[in-house]
C-alpha cells in the first residue's frame, strides 16, 4: 500500500511562486512514476508534470512548461513541484499520483492552491 501526503499550497499573488511537497509511504518501487495533477472547479483533473524514478524523464503539461519544475528526492520519498510565475488560471486543488505498471493508481488527498490577480 502506498500513502501519499502533499503539502505547500496557499494564496498568492499573480507572478508568485510556491513549492508543493508530496511525501511517499509504504512500498515504493524503481518503476514506479510520481507526478501532479490539478482540478480546478467545475473541470476535469488534469497532468501537470510527471518525473521518473531515476528523475531523467519528465513531462510538463504546455501550459506550465517553463514555469513549473517537478523533481523528486528518492532518499526521502518525496516529489516537489516548484511553481514559478503563477497565473490565476493556475487556481486549483493540486494532487500528487504515484502510477505503477501504468495501470495502478495512488493519490493525495490534494492540496488547494489559489492565484489571486
Known amino acids: 500500500q502506498v500513502q501519499l501526503v502533499e503539502s505547500g499550497g496557499g494564496l498568492v499573488q499573480a507572478g508568485g511562486s510556491l513549492r508543493l511537497s508530496c511525501a511517499a509511504s509504504g512500498i515504493i518501487l524503481s518503476s514506479d512514476t510520481m507526478g501532479w495533477y490539478r482540478q480546478a472547479p467545475g473541470k476535469q483533473r488534469e497532468l501537470v508534470a510527471t518525473i521518473t524514478t531515476s528523475g531523467r524523464s519528465t513531462n510538463y503539461a504546455d501550459s506550465v512548461k517553463g514555469r513549473f519544475t517537478i523533481s523528486r528526492d528518492n532518499a526521502k520519498n518525496t516529489v516537489y513541484l516548484q511553481m514559478n510565475s503563477l497565473k490565476p488560471e493556475d487556481t486549483a486543488v493540486y494532487h500528487c499520483?504515484?502510477?505503477?505498471?501504468?495501470?495502478?493508481?495512488?493519490w493525495g488527498q490534494g492540496t488547494q492552491v489559489t492565484v489571486s490577480s
Open positions: 499520483n504515484l502510477r505503477r505498471w501504468a495501470t495502478y493508481d495512488y
